[in-house]
Protein backbone atom coordinates (compact mmCIF):
# COMPACT_ATOMS: atom_id res chain seq x y z
CA UNK A 1 0.00 0.00 0.00
CA UNK A 2 1.61 3.14 -0.82
CA UNK A 3 2.31 6.10 1.89
CA UNK A 4 -0.05 8.95 2.02
CA UNK A 5 3.65 10.97 0.84
CA UNK A 6 4.73 8.83 -1.92
CA UNK A 7 6.02 10.42 -4.56
CA UNK A 8 3.63 8.76 -7.16
CA UNK A 9 0.77 9.91 -4.88
CA UNK A 10 2.60 13.68 -4.51
CA UNK A 11 2.46 13.85 -8.54
CA UNK A 12 -0.94 12.65 -9.11
CA UNK A 13 -1.96 15.84 -6.79
CA UNK A 14 0.40 17.76 -9.03
CA UNK A 15 -1.44 16.27 -12.15
CA UNK A 16 -4.69 17.29 -10.54
CA UNK A 17 -3.72 20.44 -9.63
CA UNK A 18 -2.30 21.43 -13.41
CA UNK A 19 -5.85 20.40 -14.68
CA UNK A 20 -7.69 22.83 -12.65
CA UNK A 21 -5.05 25.65 -13.11
CA UNK A 22 -5.13 24.83 -17.07
CA UNK A 23 -9.10 24.85 -17.10
CA UNK A 24 -9.53 27.84 -14.87
CA UNK A 25 -6.99 29.50 -17.41
CA UNK A 26 -9.28 28.40 -20.23
CA UNK A 27 -12.15 29.67 -18.44
CA UNK A 28 -10.76 33.17 -17.43
CA UNK A 29 -9.62 33.64 -21.00
CA UNK A 30 -13.06 32.47 -22.73
CA UNK A 31 -14.82 34.99 -20.12
CA UNK A 32 -12.50 37.90 -21.62
CA UNK A 33 -13.99 37.78 -25.13
CA UNK A 34 -17.50 37.07 -26.32
CA UNK A 35 -16.39 33.75 -28.95
CA UNK A 36 -13.54 32.25 -29.72
CA UNK A 37 -13.04 29.26 -32.85
CA UNK A 38 -9.77 27.66 -30.88
CA UNK A 39 -8.07 28.36 -28.03
CA UNK A 40 -5.33 26.47 -26.66
CA UNK A 41 -2.95 26.91 -23.49
CA UNK A 42 0.27 25.59 -22.85
CA UNK A 43 1.62 26.02 -18.79
CA UNK A 44 5.13 25.94 -18.19
CA UNK A 45 6.19 25.66 -14.69
CA UNK A 46 7.46 23.42 -12.00
CA UNK A 47 5.56 21.74 -9.77
CA UNK A 48 6.52 23.87 -6.77
CA UNK A 49 5.61 26.90 -8.34
CA UNK A 50 2.28 25.60 -9.94
CA UNK A 51 1.22 25.16 -6.26
CA UNK A 52 2.56 28.59 -5.23
CA UNK A 53 0.66 29.97 -7.65
CA UNK A 54 3.30 31.53 -9.21
CA UNK A 55 3.71 30.45 -13.29
CA UNK A 56 7.03 31.36 -15.27
CA UNK A 57 5.24 31.22 -18.48
CA UNK A 58 2.11 30.34 -20.76
CA UNK A 59 1.72 30.46 -24.05
CA UNK A 60 -1.83 31.18 -25.67
CA UNK A 61 -2.74 30.61 -29.20
CA UNK A 62 -6.32 31.72 -30.16
CA UNK A 63 -8.33 32.00 -33.74
CA UNK A 64 -11.07 33.56 -34.70
CA UNK A 65 -11.88 35.19 -30.94
CA UNK A 66 -14.08 38.68 -30.87
CA UNK A 67 -13.15 40.55 -28.47
CA UNK A 68 -15.20 43.96 -27.32
CA UNK A 69 -17.14 43.57 -31.12
CA UNK A 70 -13.44 43.55 -32.63
CA UNK A 71 -12.41 40.46 -34.64
CA UNK A 72 -9.09 38.87 -34.09
CA UNK A 73 -8.15 36.68 -36.94
CA UNK A 74 -5.25 34.48 -35.20
CA UNK A 75 -3.56 35.70 -31.91
CA UNK A 76 -0.66 34.05 -30.26
CA UNK A 77 0.43 35.12 -27.02
CA UNK A 78 3.65 34.11 -24.29
CA UNK A 79 2.74 35.56 -20.83
CA UNK A 80 5.70 35.79 -18.03
CA UNK A 81 5.71 35.95 -14.47
CA UNK A 82 2.34 35.39 -13.68
CA UNK A 83 0.87 35.35 -10.03
CA UNK A 84 -2.40 34.10 -9.51
CA UNK A 85 -4.79 33.33 -6.19
CA UNK A 86 -4.11 29.96 -6.83
CA UNK A 87 -5.74 28.88 -3.48
CA UNK A 88 -9.09 30.17 -4.71
CA UNK A 89 -8.66 28.49 -7.93
CA UNK A 90 -8.59 25.11 -6.03
CA UNK A 91 -11.69 25.79 -4.51
CA UNK A 92 -13.51 26.56 -7.55
CA UNK A 93 -13.47 30.00 -7.61
CA UNK A 94 -12.37 31.92 -10.97
CA UNK A 95 -8.98 32.94 -11.69
CA UNK A 96 -7.57 36.39 -10.72
CA UNK A 97 -4.23 37.96 -11.70
CA UNK A 98 -2.66 39.58 -8.54
CA UNK A 99 -0.27 41.47 -10.16
CA UNK A 100 0.59 42.68 -13.54
CA UNK A 101 1.36 39.96 -16.68
CA UNK A 102 3.74 41.25 -19.44
CA UNK A 103 2.39 39.72 -22.87
CA UNK A 104 4.67 39.13 -25.56
CA UNK A 105 3.25 38.13 -28.98
CA UNK A 106 1.52 38.53 -32.52
CA UNK A 107 -1.47 39.51 -33.95
CA UNK A 108 -2.92 38.77 -37.16
CA UNK A 109 -6.62 40.45 -38.61
CA UNK A 110 -7.76 39.64 -41.47
CA UNK A 111 -8.87 42.70 -43.78
CA UNK A 112 -12.78 40.65 -43.60
CA UNK A 113 -12.55 40.28 -39.52
CA UNK A 114 -11.49 44.16 -39.61
CA UNK A 115 -14.66 44.80 -42.03
CA UNK A 116 -16.70 42.46 -39.24
CA UNK A 117 -16.15 44.59 -36.31
CA UNK A 118 -17.49 47.80 -37.99
CA UNK A 119 -20.27 47.46 -36.00
CA UNK A 120 -18.37 47.76 -32.85
CA UNK A 121 -18.33 50.93 -30.85
CA UNK A 122 -14.80 50.65 -30.53
CA UNK A 123 -13.53 51.00 -33.60
CA UNK A 124 -16.13 53.00 -35.15
CA UNK A 125 -15.50 55.78 -32.49
CA UNK A 126 -11.90 55.39 -32.68
CA UNK A 127 -12.38 55.90 -37.02
CA UNK A 128 -14.24 58.49 -36.25
CA UNK A 129 -12.15 60.32 -33.66
CA UNK A 130 -9.04 60.06 -35.96
CA UNK A 131 -10.83 61.61 -39.19
CA UNK A 132 -12.69 64.91 -37.03
CA UNK A 133 -9.33 65.36 -35.78
CA UNK A 134 -7.48 64.89 -39.27
CA UNK A 135 -9.80 66.69 -41.43
CA UNK A 136 -12.65 68.65 -39.46
CA UNK A 137 -12.88 70.95 -42.06
CA UNK A 138 -13.65 68.58 -44.84
CA UNK A 139 -16.04 66.17 -43.01
CA UNK A 140 -19.74 66.56 -41.53
CA UNK A 141 -19.79 65.44 -37.57
CA UNK A 142 -19.71 61.92 -36.69
CA UNK A 143 -22.77 61.54 -36.01
CA UNK A 144 -23.57 61.78 -39.49
CA UNK A 145 -21.28 58.98 -40.60
CA UNK A 146 -21.38 55.69 -41.82
CA UNK A 147 -18.52 53.14 -42.14
CA UNK A 148 -18.92 50.75 -44.97
CA UNK A 149 -15.63 49.18 -45.64
CA UNK A 150 -11.96 48.95 -44.97
CA UNK A 151 -9.52 47.78 -47.69
CA UNK A 152 -6.06 46.98 -46.90
CA UNK A 153 -3.24 47.49 -49.01
CA UNK A 154 0.70 47.78 -48.62
CA UNK A 155 1.33 50.41 -45.75
CA UNK A 156 -2.01 51.82 -46.32
CA UNK A 157 -5.69 51.96 -45.09
CA UNK A 158 -8.48 52.45 -47.93
CA UNK A 159 -11.87 53.41 -45.73
CA UNK A 160 -14.77 53.49 -47.73
CA UNK A 161 -17.59 56.28 -45.34
CA UNK A 162 -20.52 57.66 -46.03
CA UNK A 163 -20.92 60.74 -45.09
CA UNK A 164 -24.79 61.42 -44.13
CA UNK A 165 -26.31 65.07 -44.29
CA UNK A 166 -30.60 64.95 -44.59
CA UNK A 167 -30.38 65.75 -48.06
CA UNK A 168 -27.61 64.26 -49.73
CA UNK A 169 -25.45 61.22 -48.78
CA UNK A 170 -22.12 61.05 -50.15
CA UNK A 171 -20.03 58.13 -50.62
CA UNK A 172 -16.10 58.75 -49.65
CA UNK A 173 -13.12 57.48 -50.17
CA UNK A 174 -10.32 58.00 -47.25
CA UNK A 175 -6.61 56.71 -48.18
CA UNK A 176 -4.39 56.89 -45.28
CA UNK A 177 -0.93 55.87 -44.29
CA UNK A 178 0.26 53.86 -41.28
CA UNK A 179 2.96 54.19 -39.88
CA UNK A 180 4.74 52.89 -36.94
CA UNK A 181 6.42 56.79 -35.32
CA UNK A 182 7.71 54.76 -31.62
CA UNK A 183 6.66 51.94 -29.70
CA UNK A 184 3.45 53.33 -28.60
CA UNK A 185 2.38 55.84 -30.69
CA UNK A 186 0.87 55.31 -34.15
CA UNK A 187 1.06 58.00 -37.40
CA UNK A 188 -1.31 58.33 -39.60
CA UNK A 189 -0.19 60.27 -42.96
CA UNK A 190 -0.64 61.05 -46.84
CA UNK A 191 -4.34 61.65 -46.27
CA UNK A 192 -6.18 61.63 -49.40
CA UNK A 193 -9.74 62.03 -49.97
CA UNK A 194 -11.79 60.84 -52.94
CA UNK A 195 -15.45 61.58 -53.41
CA UNK A 196 -17.97 60.25 -55.48
CA UNK A 197 -17.91 63.31 -57.79
CA UNK A 198 -14.87 63.20 -58.77
CA UNK A 199 -13.19 65.22 -57.00
CA UNK A 200 -10.21 64.69 -54.42
CA UNK A 201 -8.31 66.37 -51.58
CA UNK A 202 -4.78 65.98 -50.53
CA UNK A 203 -4.58 66.72 -46.85
CA UNK A 204 -0.47 67.43 -45.79
CA UNK A 205 -1.32 67.23 -42.39
CA UNK A 206 -0.17 63.89 -39.88
CA UNK A 207 -1.95 62.87 -36.81
CA UNK A 208 -0.30 60.85 -34.09
CA UNK A 209 -2.73 58.54 -31.94
CA UNK A 210 -0.90 57.79 -28.73
CA UNK A 211 -1.75 53.73 -27.59
CA UNK A 212 -0.52 54.07 -23.26
CA UNK A 213 2.19 53.10 -21.28
CA UNK A 214 1.43 49.62 -21.52
CA UNK A 215 1.66 49.13 -25.00
CA UNK A 216 4.96 48.30 -26.63
CA UNK A 217 4.46 47.63 -30.85
CA UNK A 218 7.98 46.47 -31.98
CA UNK A 219 5.97 45.57 -35.53
CA UNK A 220 3.33 46.58 -37.77
CA UNK A 221 2.93 45.60 -40.93
CA UNK A 222 -0.06 46.35 -43.41
CA UNK A 223 0.11 44.04 -46.51
CA UNK A 224 -2.65 43.51 -49.35
CA UNK A 225 -5.84 42.11 -47.35
CA UNK A 226 -3.68 41.31 -44.00
CA UNK A 227 -2.09 43.42 -40.93
CA UNK A 228 0.39 42.19 -38.92
CA UNK A 229 1.23 43.41 -35.36
CA UNK A 230 3.88 42.27 -32.88
CA UNK A 231 4.99 43.49 -29.33
CA UNK A 232 4.15 43.86 -26.00
CA UNK A 233 1.49 44.61 -23.43
CA UNK A 234 1.01 44.42 -19.52
CA UNK A 235 -1.97 43.27 -18.62
CA UNK A 236 -3.33 44.68 -15.48
CA UNK A 237 -5.40 43.08 -12.64
Not at 59 to 78: C, E, M, N, P, R
Not at 86 to 104: C, E, F, M, N, Y
Not at 187 to 204: A, E, F
Not at 215 to 227: A, K, M, P
Amino acid sequence: MAEKNSPTTRTNKIRIVTKVLKKALKLWLRSQVSAVSQLEVEIQASDGEILSGCIPQVSIFASHAVYQGLHLTQIQLVAENIQINIGSVLKGQPLRLLSTVPVVGQLLLAESDINASLASDLLSTALNEVLDKLIPENCPNSKGRIWDKIHLDQQKLILCTTLTPETDPAPVEILVGLDLLSQNELQITRCLLKYNTGMSLDVKQNYSLELGSDVDIQELTLNRGLLVCSGKINVNP
